[in-house]
């Protein structure tokens, strides 16, 4: 693996699959030099609600959350590049897309907390992202490639 290689879990939630910004936000990692290495359009059923927001399961949001995100599909992606899970969470915003500056794809996109667009691994909690990508994809949906152009990106490639 060289420095470029890390990989992040993303995914357009139900209200951004309906306001129809799947592909404006993969334009922005596309973009940003970010490669593309696996995607499916799913809907999520509870137990893999469950499992993905299980740290929630005791908040009082929790009951909603699920709700809301297994209530149509969501764009789950693996996206890969150097200090892909920090360089995306900057991207997405903060949790809450009021308190998200303008830019930011929640702070563009979105102004309520229950309705914050998109999902994207925690960087500060380690191992999150590839937990989260195992959760989501099996080993073979995942491509390994190299993007046209990448020696653009990065000085040392
Ligand atoms: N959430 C919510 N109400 C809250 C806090 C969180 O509906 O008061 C939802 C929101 O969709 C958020 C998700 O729960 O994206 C997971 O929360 P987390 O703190 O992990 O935020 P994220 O990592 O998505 O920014």
Known sequence: MSHHDERTFVMVKPDGVNRGLIGEIVSRFEDRGLQLVGAKFIQIDEELAHEHYGEHADKPFFDGLVEFITSDPVFAMVWEGADATRQVRAM??????????????????????????????????????????????????????????TTW????V
Not at 121 to 128: R, T, V
Not at 132 to 143: G, K, P
């Open 92 to 149: 997405v915003g903060e949790t809450d897309p009021a308190e998200s500056a303008p830019g930011t794809i929640r702070g563009d996109f979105g102004l309520d907390l229950g309705h914050n667009v998109i999902h994207a691994s925690d960087h500060e909690d380690e191992g999150a992202n590839v937990r989260e990508i195992d959760l989501f994809f099996d080993d073979e949906e995942l491509v390994d490639w190299t993007r046209s152009g």
């Open 153 to 156: 990106v990065y000085e040392d």
